[in-house]
């Protein structure tokens, strides 16, 4: 290893950004590189602030303190007419991915940030990893991260028979203007993390930041999640075929769904929505889609380069453990390399073992709430 060990992260969103605070913090030089302009879109959406990301944030010396986020003091669950079936009280807050994606990336040097650069594979020599992007250009460090998501380019050259497979059922998102809604509803929801559990379908929402971080009662947004179950093979098809007639296996973004897949949505809406949660979905302006994915790699480490996230694994959102699971991954990893053993392997070989042990666990977790919340037992 170099007297200053250097990391190549590839891909720039959460994951990536999250690997190169932590090895960072440690003293590592970090260099990230991402394919598209920027790693985050603008339709993330929000984001439960769960205790592994506060700890990374600490750890990276970002004061969570600071981040933008809304507090939710009840978990309220209604039922189809609106009533109020019960309320625990269960404190935590909120904040949106494209806060913390900004509070990340605020906190690494610029120069360090490589945008609209895509990696085609690596190959090791010795304990040195040399990636190679598509421009031709190649860059050579002591560790190479994939932290590039669900379609990791890294994961399909270390394990190229591993992909994301469908659970069985999709999640509608948006996010309204808190201003929007009526009244009685932002009184009846003010505070609460909502819930209503229907016949293989869950709706729940949140308050997150506004679109400007702003915090205030008005100000703010309601963060909607509609889960709902669409057949594999030509439904899927159809419902993640853009207005433009491209067909993406995972998701679209807001604008790209098709008017009569809106139009579904909203009279599916008026049918089974308890009204405080369906005038959230008729008042977004554009719904997006995503397809729940399941995935399992066997391991995380090939000499060399490994694998952080959601490159590893995809942990179904009901966990809200996706964020979490690559703070933990980052904070470990770095947590052991700064104790800077003889052999770094060594470092490199414990971290796989209690990731692997970890996002085993929470797939697990996640794919057995889904299933009982879907009714996919008789999909």
């Known amino acids: 290893m170099t ?27 970090v260099d990230v590189f991402e394919r598209s302009a920027d790693g985050q879109g603008k339709h993330g959406g929000g984001l439960v602030l769960q205790p592994d990301v506060l ?21 309220l669950y209604l039922d189809r007419g609106d009533r109020i079936l019960q309320r625990s009280h269960m404190p935590q807050a909120q904040t949106s991915c494209e806060i913390l994606y900004r509070a990340l990336r605020g906190g690494l040097p610029q120069a360090r940030l490589h945008a609209r650069r895509t990696f085609v594979r690596y190959e090791q020599e010795g304990q040195r990893v040399t990636a190679h992007f598509a421009d031709g250009a190649s860059e050579t460090a ?56 229907g016949d293989s379908h869950l709706l729940l929402a949140y308050l997150v930041p506004g679109q400007d971080e702003s915090v205030e009662a008005g100000e703010r947004r309601w963060n909607w999640i509609w889960y709902r179950r669409v057949g594999q093979g030509a439904p899927l098809t159809a419902l993640l075929t853009s207005r433009d007639g491209r067909t993406d296996p995972a998701s679209l973004p807001p604008g790209a769904v098709r008017p009569e897949h809106l139009t579904g949505l909203l009279g599916d809406a008026r ?109």
């Open 3 to 29: 007297a200053t060990p250097r990391a190549l992260v590839i891909g720039g969103s959460l994951g990536g950004l999250l690997a190169a605070a932590m090895l960072r913090a440690v003293g590592w030089e």
């Open 55 to 75: 700890m990374a944030l600490r750890f990276a010396q970002l004061d969570p303190d600071r981040l933008p986020s809304v507090p939710s003091d009840d978990r």
């Open 142 to 197: 002591d560790l190479l991260i994939g932290a590039d998501g669900a379609r990791s380019t890294v994961r399909r050259q270390m394990q190229p028979d591993v992909a994301p497979r469908y659970a069985g059922y999709v999640a509608w998102r948006g996010a309204v203007p808190e201003a929007l809604l009526p009244q009685a509803t932002r009184e009846k929801l003010d505070r609460a993390f909502v819930f209503q559990q």
């Open 271 to 379: 049918q089974l929505a308890a009204p405080s949660l369906r005038v959230l979905i008729e008042t977004t302006k554009a719904p997006y889609v995503q397809a729940i994915m399941d995935m399992e790699a066997p391991k995380m480490l090939d000499g060399r380069v490994l694998l952080c996230g959601d490159a590893a694994f995809l942990p179904r959102p009901h966990t809200a453990g996706s964020t979490s699971k690559a703070a933990a991954d980052a904070l470990t990893l770095a947590m052991l390399l700064s104790q800077r053993q003889a052999v770094p392997d060594v470092g490199l070989a414990q971290w796989e073992q209690l990731r692997l042990t970890a996002g085993q666990g929470m797939v697990m977790a996640g794919a057995e709430m889904g299933d009982r919340i879907m009714g996919l037992s008789c999909f």
